[in-house]
């Protein structure tokens, strides 16, 4: 089984990968995870991501399927299930997805499409902040700290990271929007797409994602 998750940063996509790999035989597969592991092992690949990396360009998408291609094998074995966390994030992915797939006579199973308001996930993102010393997570409207912004453990000021800086993040959402939106006219056409309300508590939306995989279980 092979299972889409589509979502920009802040819909709480990881946080529902890592809970269904905790009740399923499942494989999460994100690609900033496997380009930081591939980077961390010195693969050949890893070596070339870094590259681009480094002279701060975009790591190709070739060489995303490669490295996504390279995960399945080494863990095909296993016969657990394949989560996508955030891939693929283009047409142009999705395509190479669907022949990697097809290579092993498999498809893509359900894609999720991980809707929340546009204002409401800018709201959370931009409220967190993180103690510098302990790296704990807080947010200033839905997880305060008990003395004013500073850590319940360290007691020292939280700092905001500056990727979630509003300005960063809408300029980023506006890219993310143009590259991926049609994306969900991709897996709607071949009724692969479901559609979630991520803007409820993580209970609600782990149970409506828990039953779109019942159904696809064989
Ligand atoms: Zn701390």
Redesign the pocket.
Known sequence: MFIVFIGPPGVGKGTQANMLVEKYPMVKISTGDLLRESIRDKSVLGERAKGFMERGELVPDALVIDLVNEKVNSTAASGKSYIFDGFPRTIEQAKELDNLLESRSSKISVAVDFSMDEEERIERLSGRRM?P??Q?TYHIKFAKPKNDLT?D??NIPLVQRSDDDESVIRQRSSVYWDLTRPLLDFYRKRNLLQTIDASRNIDLVFSDLDRFIQKIKP
Do not use: D, E, V, Y
Request: charged share 15%; glycine share 0%.
């Open positions: 103690c010393s302990c704990r850590c453990a360290c």
